[in-house]
């Protein structure tokens, strides 16, 4: 049996790797700031607004893997389905509230989604077809991100039976939500911006 030190390990190694603000570092590279111009948020969808096709998705590719590779890596340790939660909700964390951007950071969603692909992959699957339909149809990013992770729960349930796991999708579903407030009023008033739309800024 592990050693309640390694589990904790793993949960501090996630939220750092969760705390690496790729998109920022990314745009950086090309001289901007993302924290200055488009939504200031350092996800996928400002750089793809802000800085380019390319960029946007290294970022995504990016905010992806930092979700997956420590619950990948408890899961090869064997330390079970909480803990593999834990470890996943402390990536999204981190994401969130960096460590490197004085606890500030970006919404969850790709590195939410990098958790699911090893935690859920069946449920994954699912939520990633339902984001790309409703962002085809709508063009809000975060409406589809919304819409998937609203629906991720009960995804779960159905394919994994997993009570633990359910949990799990529900906590990550209202961090997200609560990040996505200001997307939410925006959305409410008609003012929120579309893919593909170019920065202002």
């Avoid at 488009?38 to 996928?44: P, Y």
């Amino acid at each position: 049996m592990m050693h309640t030190a390694t589990y904790a390990g793993l949960c501090v190694a996630a939220f750092l790797a969760g705390s690496i603000p790729f998109g920022l570092l990314i745009a950086r590279a090309k001289g901007i700031d993302l924290r200055t111009v488009g939504s200031r948020n350092i996800g996928a969808t400002n750089v793809l607004r802000s800085v380019g096709k390319l960029p946007a998705l290294f970022t995504l590719l990016a905010d992806i893997f930092k979700g997956a590779i420590f619950v990948a890596l408890g899961r090869h340790l064997g330390v079970g389905v909480t803990v593999e939660g834990v470890i996943g909700l402390c990536a999204v964390l981190g994401h969130i509230f960096s460590v490197f951007l004085a606890f500030k950071g970006g919404k969850g969603v790709a590195t939410a989604l990098g958790v699911f692909v090893i935690y859920s992959p069946g449920a994954w699957g699912v939520t990633v077809v339902t984001w790309l339909i409703t962002a085809f149809v709508t063009r809000y990013s975060s409406l589809a991100a919304l819409t998937a992770f609203a629906l991720l729960p009960g995804y779960i349930y159905i394919i994994d039976r997993s009570m633990v796991k359910v949990i799990i999708g529900i906590v990550v579903t209202v961090v997200i939500f609560f990040k996505h407030r200001d997307n939410i009023s925006r959305l409410l008033h008609g003012t929120e911006k579309k893919i593909g739309r170019k920065s202002d800024a």
